[in-house]
């Protein structure tokens, strides 16, 4: 026991920050934040407790099988029906090998059923089958059977992948047309790219699932035991009414638990189904469009960059260093390189590297990965850390419950034999050798079910399941404030963030380069794109090394509009500059080849080609970062077209690119070289494993290109610092551009802050001993010129240090250091797929404001989440001491076993619905994060906690034993009417102080309990139904829940018992608090224990 109880109510935090939370003290940040466990003793991470982790995020299935062994559970089917399923990797990996060894046979059988569906009626349109071969050469089984046994002589046989793009009458480099008919046409062809999903649960398997719940199962069986009893004794008319209330009421719990969880599970469905559908760009009709994945066709044209997912079977028209990572399909880690002799490439699989262009020939259940995903189902489980620990807690309270429930069971039967129980009428129930076998069954049942009931309140089954309420509806909030939660740990990891490291072009800055300023011909142009100073010649090189030095695009339409330029927006900007200059791209794409590229590389911030000129001259161009290629650089093109040494010129260039850095510009430089064609290599295996030369560049030209600050972005930094989250900067940007970037988002106060260690270079940080880098990441605010591993070495560093990290990026090298930190933020705009999916949020409009956002959201989570517990132990708490005390004292419980399920319901479903919806408030801003280890019920919570459940405890008590009295009943003749008037003022006083009380626990640390209040109509609409219900209960359902109908001067009396609640909330929050969590106290003597034992 004692392993469970360390964890929900006795769990501390390591962090020290214990009472700054939405349900736990001063909006103020304390001056202990910098300086954990001055105030009190700290607690360790206790390796006995299965529920004590910290990070649920790469987790062992050991760890997370744990706790679930560990877990006092009653429906094991609905508590972890969205935890992660420990055995799914290895169904994955058993269905993988399957198909790659039967795909034939799988398809086949997909297509059978398929086409059964559709012509039942039942089939959807997006998975039909291809039906007829439209008119194209070659069909669809020959394309689906090359592309899958990768049959290189049937490749040939085709013509080779020219001639199997002719006959699917595709321009290899133009792409199909932009025609709504060419592609429909496509598609009934050789099908869509979609799969079948497999049908997610239907209500009625959730209404199964609730059923499961052990309690309710011996509710039933007791209620029919009732239900036949009644009968016998007391005939139809009036037997069935005990039974049949109690049966009715767990129907009654089943539905709305049913209906709740089915509500959730398909908000959880359309977020996967936001997941899945990734955007890509294709080639059509010579232009570069986006479209959704499931909209690409067999014959179109993709280009692939590094971290772009396979979106089809296909096979490669061209490409440079290609390298795909096959993992998600053969199982093997290795990296396959693509070329000519190895031209096909597999739906689902990553580009590991490289740059080319790809054929698409199979799409849909015709690819092994279309079929993969058709016979394996979407798994939305995963445990987040907070549900592991509400899993404790609940356990906790359930063994209390569970010990309440048979201390009740026993009183009652003792006091039932002994002959000291009375009926309503003030009879004896039990007299030895009278009272008949059937009057003592029915007794006993009687007593039993108030046992049973007491249990379905005191277990908190609905409580780890909060989590997953409030999660659905922070996830679906999070969507429209441009955030896509892929993990749901995130969602609350992200309220215990302590600092973020953030990217600065597109999260910071608003991605909308333009080239602003431009250094050529050895001077400054008067204007960036004007080339009437300059040389024709050093024009023609810029040129020809901007558009063959480019993963980008233009186009010109045939209509005569306005050129459209494509790509990412560097490369945009960079078109769009040497397009003004008098660049001719396409032109200069047909009258040379590129031979052999170096994609851009985040390492070495350059990129390269070298292009081949008619049959002899080679051109080596490299673009980059400034500083970096001006390094290689041994002269420069002046405007007379004549080279001269750069020497005499470097220190000019070198001032002008940092004069340019500090007016926030990023500087590229523009640079090129010649090469004999003899140096080249002529075989292709050769060319590939060709290092382009790097040295001896001539200098052709250096641009400045403006990318503005994000509008908002400062008031974001200025929320995150007064909540006390770090903001950092990593970029691969120039350290004058990074520092001048910063000090206009705000990350850096003044110039006098901008020393180093507050700003450092990748590469200084890198040099550093793990020991020193773990001393300088806390003073890091400025990382320049860092590369992807240097981002990791600081996300360990500041991890190791006790924070927890939250990182943007956005490109495939980003993936290590998103998997590594606690939240991983990926960029939905620019990022790739690999670097996605390496995350757990993807940030739909790559703006900085929005992973604030994600901040309030997190922090929200954790507070619903407080609010949820605190209301319910309340009920908890009260409803156990009343029914205890009275069943000790009399024999008999004031709260029917009815009644005790209709308040399960308010406060399991109901209360969950009302509280964990709350959106969040600036409030929650004003505090620092969530530790950790922080107590799940901090000191203000019991406080409240305490001073509620003393109150109703109190006035429940006094109306049990003096109500008659008091109610002025005592003279009533009708004795037994005046105690069920008596117990029913007693159960509709308790219903009104839990209604009441939902207010107080909106705003456990606000002295107004009301504000916002109607921002939240869902809270109003509950609290409005309940009370109607309730007055419905009480005056039409008399027989049914064993009340009678109140006068209106006992509903005034009831609504004023409960309406104080509200004035002992205001005197209650005057009580000071102490800063050291209870957990503390409560845990010392098992650690002495321990020590001891240990000792």
Request: aromatic share 6%; proline share 3%; charged share 20%.
């Amino acid at each position: 026991m004692s392993a469970s109880s360390s964890n929900g109510l006795l769990l501390t935090s390591m962090s020290g920050r214990h009472d700054n939370m939405e349900a736990g003290g001063s909006s103020k940040l304390p001056e202990d934040v910098q300086h954990p466990s001055d105030h009190h003793e700290q607690l360790e991470h206790d390796p006995d407790d299965p529920f004590d982790l910290d990070n649920t995020k790469n987790a062992s299935a050991d760890s997370l099988r744990r706790w679930r062994q560990a877990s006092l559970v009653l429906n094991a089917s609905r508590r972890f029906r969205y935890t992660l399923d420990l055995n799914k990797e290895e169904h994955y990996e058993n269905r993988r090998r399957m198909i790659r060894a039967h795909a034939q046979v799988i398809r086949a059988a997909l297509l059978f059923k398929l086409a059964g569906e559709q012509q039942t009626g039942f089939g959807s349109a997006s998975s039909t089958p291809a039906i007829s071969p439209g008119n194209f050469d070659i069909d669809l089984e020959k394309l689906v059977s090359m592309t899958r046994n990768q049959n290189m002589s049937s490749l040939q046989q085709h013509g080779g992948v020219k001639g199997v793009a002719e006959k699917l009458k595709t321009n290899m480099e133009q792409g199909i047309q932009e025609d709504e008919k060419e592609v429909t046409d496509r598609k009934n062809a050789f099908g869509s790219n979609t799969y079948p999903k497999k049908k997610g649960k239907s209500f009625y398997m959730f209404l199964w699932e609730a059923w499961q719940d052990l309690t309710l199962i011996i509710l039933i069986i007791a209620a029919v035991t009732s239900l036949a009893l009644g009968i016998k004794t007391e005939g139809l008319k009036e037997g069935w009414l005990d039974g049949g209330s109690i049966a009715f009421a767990v129907f009654l719990v089943i539905i709305v638990t049913a209906v709740s969880d089915y509500r959730q599970s398909l908000q959880f469905q359309n977020l996967n189904d936001e997941k899945r559908n990734i955007q890509l760009e294709v080639m059509r009709g010579g232009r570069t469009v986006k479209i959704s994945i499931y909209d690409v066709v067999v014959g179109d044209v993709i280009p692939l960059r590094i971290g772009d997912q396979v979106p089809a079977d296909g096979v490669l028209i061209s490409g440079h260093s290609l390298a795909i990572d096959e993992s998600s399909m053969t199982g093997e880690s290795k990296i396959v390189n693509k070329d000519q002799k190895s031209p096909f490439l597999m739906s689902g699989c990553k580009v590991a590297d490289g740059v080319g262009s790809m054929l698409v020939t199979g799409v849909g259940i015709n690819t092994e990965w279309g079929l993969l995903m058709a016979s394996i189902s979407e798994d939305t489980g995963e445990e987040t850390p907070l549900q592991v620990r509400l899993n404790g807690l609940a356990t906790f309270i359930g063994i209390v419950g569970l010990t309440v429930a048979v201390v009740v069971l026993v009183a009652l039967l003792v006091r039932y034999f002994t002959g000291t129980t009375q009926d309503s009428n003030g009879a004896t129930q039990f007299v030895k050798g009278k009272t008949s076998i059937s009057d003592i069954v029915d007794d006993c049942v009687k007593i039993f079910t108030i046992a049973v009931t007491i249990v379905v309140v005191a277990v908190p089954e609905g409580l780890p399941l909060a989590v997953t309420l409030t999660l659905a509806y922070s996830m679906r909030k999070m969507m429209a404030d441009k955030a896509l939660v892929r993990r749901l740990s995130a969602c609350e990891t992200m309220g215990s963030a302590t600092t973020i490291c953030s990217d600065k072009t597109g999260t910071l800055t608003l991605n909308q380069m333009t080239v602003v300023e431009t250094y050529a011909g050895g001077s400054k142009m008067d204007v960036a794109d004007n080339p009437s100073g300059l040389h024709p010649k050093l024009v023609a090189l810029i040129s020809e090394g901007v558009a063959q030095n480019t993963t980008g695009n233009v186009f010109h339409p045939k209509d005569g509009g306005e050129v459209e330029i494509s790509g990412s927006p560097t490369e945009k900007a960079i078109l769009s500059w040497a397009y003004k200059l008098g660049m001719k791209f396409d032109t200069i794409r047909s009258e040379s080849a590129i031979i052999h590229a170096f994609p851009f590389n985040s390492e070495k911030k350059r990129g390269g080609v070298a292009v081949l000129r008619g049959d002899s001259e080679v051109f080596i161009h490299w673009k980059g970062a400034a500083e970096i290629v001006l390094a290689c650089c041994t002269q420069y093109m002046d405007s007379n077209g004549t080279l001269q040494p750069i020497d005499d010129q470097k220190e000019f260039f070198r001032l002008a690119i940092d004069a340019m850095a500090k007016n926030s510009l990023r500087c590229v430089a523009i640079a090129c070289r010649t090469q004999e064609l003899s140096q080249v290599p002529k075989e292709q295996e050769d060319l590939d494993k060709w290092s382009l030369p790097e040295d001896e560049l001539t200098l052709l030209a250096i641009v400045g290109i403006k990318d503005p600050c994000r509008p908002g972005v400062r008031e974001a930094v200025r929320i995150c610092t007064s909540a006390g989250v770090k903001v950092r900067m990593v970029t691969g940007d120039n350290l004058q551009t990074a520092k001048a970037i910063a000090l206009e988002c705000g990350i850096l106060s003044s110039d006098t802050e901008a020393v180093e260690p507050t700003i450092i270079e990748g590469k200084v940080f890198r040099e550093l001993s793990e020991k020193e880098r773990e001393q300088v990441a806390k003073k890091i605010t400025v990382m320049g010129r860092s590369s992807p591993n240097d981002k990791l070495l600081l996300v360990q560093a500041l991890r190791k240090n006790g924070d927890v990290v939250a990182v943007t990026g956005d490109g495939t090298n980003d993936a290590p250091a998103l998997h590594e930190a606690d939240i991983g933020l990926s960029m939905g705009i620019s990022g790739t797929e690999v670097a996605k999916e390496s995350s757990d949020i993807i940030i739909l409009d790559d703006n900085f404001a929005s992973v604030v956002k994600v901040v309030r959201w997190g922090r929200s989570v954790y507070a619903n989440i407080q609010k949820f517990i605190q209301f319910q132990l309340t009920v908890n708490v009260a409803a156990l001491v009343i029914n205890v005390v009275a069943a000790m004292s009399s024999g008999d419980v004031p709260l029917k076993a009815v009644q005790l399920l209709w308040v399960n319901l308010i406060m399991d479903t109901l209360g969950a619905l009302a509280l964990a919806t709350e959106p969040p408030t600036d409030h929650l801003m004003h505090r620092t994060p969530v530790g950790r280890r922080e107590p799940l019920i901090t000191n203000i919570m019991w406080r409240n906690l305490l001073v509620q459940s003393f109150y109703q405890v109190a006035v429940l008590l006094v109306l049990n034993f003096a109500g008659l009295s008091i109610l002025g009943l005592s003279q009533d003749s009708n004795h037994a009417h005046a105690v069920e008037v008596k117990n029913t003022m007693i159960f509709n006083a308790f219903v009104m102080c839990q209604i009441f009380n939902e207010f107080n626990a909106r705003k456990p640390d606000e002295m107004n309990v009301f504000s916002g209040v109607s921002k939240n109509p869902l809270f109003i609409a509950i609290v409005g139904v309940t009370f109607v219900l309730q007055i419905l209960i009480v005056t039409f359902l008399g027989e049914f829940a064993h009340t009678v109908a109140l006068s209106w001067q006992l509903w005034l009396a009831s609504i004023a018992i409960g309406l104080v609640s509200w004035p002992l909330a205001v005197v209650g929050k005057l009580i000071p608090v102490p800063k050291t969590p209870m957990s503390v106290y409560f845990k010392k003597p098992f650690r002495k224990f321990k020590a001891s034992r240990n000792a």
